[in-house]
């Protein structure tokens, strides 16, 4: 079994930050990538951020420059910094690990129960 657990999420004014933090705990044997998605009302759930074993990241074009992707100090925690937000940033903030657990033949995604962010004034 698998747990992942978002957290910092909340309600702030325009142009303030966030910063939201994951972690996964459980049945881990390797991590391939963590990631940050979003879902805002009505609409689907869409990429924000991934960073992979290697340490590689991408982020949804739209983005760039106002989100930071980052690992923590312990191998399985990860962290979205959201700076200068707008109120179209309101949505649920979803974390996912693509990881191989010691009781599996291949890597799963497993999700958060997400966290809310609302940017409002």
């Known amino acids: 079994q698998v747990q992942v657990v978002e957290s910092g999420g909340g309600l702030v004014q325009p142009g303030e930050s966030l910063r939201l933090s994951c972690a996964a705990s459980g049945d881990i044997f390797s991590i391939q990538a963590m990631g940050w998605y979003r879902q805002a009302p009505g609409k689907q759930r869409e990429l924000v951020a991934v960073t992979t074993a290697d340490g590689s990241t991408n982020y949804a074009d739209s983005l760039k420059g106002r989100f930071t992707i980052s690992r923590g100090n312990t191998e399985n925690t990860v962290y979205l910094q959201l700076d200068h937000l707008k109120p179209a940033a309101t949505a649920v903030y979803y974390c996912?690990?693509?990881?191989?657990?010691?009781?599996?033949?291949?890597?799963?995604?497993?999700w958060g129960p997400g966290t809310q962010v609302t940017v409002s004034s």
């Open positions: 996912n690990y693509r990881l191989l657990s010691s009781s599996a033949y291949a890597p799963r995604n497993y």
